[in-house]
């Protein structure tokens, strides 16, 4: 009796592997904890959320210690004048308080400090979003590999009985040459195909590795009674508004952009007069040595000064203009970054909706075909035992059934990708989504 091998090695990858199988949320969980890239997002955070306390500190007093000690010679020419030389020494302490007063740069560049400080914020909460979904398209891809060197296998494994039946038939005299020569040709090409697929799984494996830094061992599969849900709400337009609202990476550009408007009011106030407060207390104390006698030493007072300076700006070359216009520049620059964003959010929004509702019937028509080449290979081998069928539509039909089964191994993965990818577009993807993933698993 002939073995099915295309059916048992699909019943095969369906079963849960022996041991403990690494799920989503394991990979989610080691990716949070050793991902660089979100790393470096977070670092840099940080290292942007300082320009604001420097950016503050600019407007608080400024306390600052001096200490300084000189000494002058008086010595003459004359060796008869040589007893009567030495050297004068003056010692200066002193403390200062500066404080701004008035001077609208600073607070314009305190303000754009903190747009930016929110900028990088919604870019963080970007770099997040994105995690959950480069760790599912990495996790998926392993198993979209896993099936399809499965498949490739089990290929091969039909080819070569089928190149077995053609050449033990063609020694009986009951085919022709030419059965065992395409027989030949398909099982060669399935093996290069099966070497393909290997190649394809372990680097799928390292992509997972690269985010995870953890080698990739044994994944929990998706289960076949796969949720075929559409969209909630099923209305593109309401996505496509949530997404406006929402997503983070569209919010980072519209802080970016506050950010480029206060940098202007700063380079502008480069105009304007500005009023500084000063206190300073100090001593000085000076004294004279002579070189045959005790130095004479005069006691320095303390003595404290307080005034206001107003800095009001005249001409500086024309730098003052040209910060105006950099700004400006700059300003149009982030504004049309941010129009690019909004158009890619909206397009990105639209596709993965559509792609949702695509996908559902895809998987659909995928099963259906997965169904009907199992019943057409098994017609078309029942036609080549009693010579109503040739040796090449065995092969074809094979052929046919391997590629339904690798579609609609893609095409389940990418269903669950999508419909995380919709809610990222609209920028309302969490680790429930995640964990919501996790429970399709087997």
Do not use: C
């Amino acid at each position: 009796m002939r073995l099915k091998l295309l059916t048992l090695a699909l019943a095969l990858s369906a079963l849960p592997l022996a041991g403990h199988s690494e799920d989503l949320l394991d990979a989610y969980r080691e990716a949070r904890a050793n991902d660089p890239v979100l790393s470096q997002a977070e670092a840099t955070r940080l290292a942007v959320g300082e320009g604001v306390t420097q950016a503050r500190a600019l407007m608080l007093p400024q306390l600052n210690g001096s200490y300084g000690l000189t000494q002058q010679s008086n010595g003459s020419a004359s060796s008869s004048l040589l007893s009567n030389s030495g050297h004068s020494r003056t010692r200066q302490v002193s403390a200062t308080l500066n404080q701004s007063v008035i001077d609208l740069s600073q607070w314009a560049n305190l303000s754009a400090a903190k747009s930016t400080a929110h900028s990088q914020d919604s870019a963080y909460e970007a770099s997040l979003q994105a995690l959950y979904v480069r760790v599912t398209t990495a996790y998926f891809g392993v198993l979209t590999s896993q099936d399809a060197l499965v498949f490739a296998k089990a290929n091969e494994d039909a080819y070569k009985e089928a190149y077995d039946q053609a050449d033990q038939r063609f020694k009986v005299g009951l085919s022709a040459v030419t059965d065992v020569y395409q027989a030949k040709s398909y099982y060669e090409l399935a093996k290069a195909q099966t070497i393909a697929a290997q190649n394809t799984l372990n680097d799928a494996k390292e992509a997972l590795t690269q985010i995870t830094g953890k080698p990739v061992t044994d994944l929990k599969k998706l289960r076949e009674d796969l949720p075929l849900t559409p969209p909630t709400p099923a209305d593109p337009n309401a996505w496509v508004q949530a997404a406006l609202q929402s997503n983070p990476t569209v919010q980072s550009n519209q802080y970016a952009v506050q950010a480029a408007e206060h940098d202007i009011d700063a380079a502008r106030a480069g105009h304007l007069p500005t009023l500084n407060a000063t206190v300073e207390r100090g001593k000085s104390t000076s004294w004279y040595e002579q070189a045959s006698a005790a130095g004479l030493r005069g006691n320095g007072q303390y003595g404290t000064t307080v005034g206001l300076s107003v800095n009001i700006p005249i001409f500086s070359g024309g730098a003052t203009q040209s910060r105006v216009r950099q700004s400006i520049y700059q300003r149009d620059e982030a504004q049309d970054s941010l129009e690019s964003t909004r158009r890619q959010v909206v397009r990105n929004t639209l596709n993965f909706y559509r792609s949702v509702l695509a996908g559902i019937s895809q998987v659909e028509a995928n099963k259906a075909s997965v169904e009907s080449g199992q019943k057409a290979l098994e017609a078309t081998r029942a036609g080549f035992d009693v010579g109503t069928q040739t040796m090449l539509n065995v092969l074809n039909a094979i052929q046919t059934l391997t590629q339904a089964e690798s579609s609609y191994s893609q095409s389940r993965h990418q269903l669950v990708l999508d419909q995380l990818e919709l809610k990222q577009s609209a920028g309302s993807i969490d680790v429930k989504d995640m964990e919501l993933v996790n429970t399709m698993l087997q």
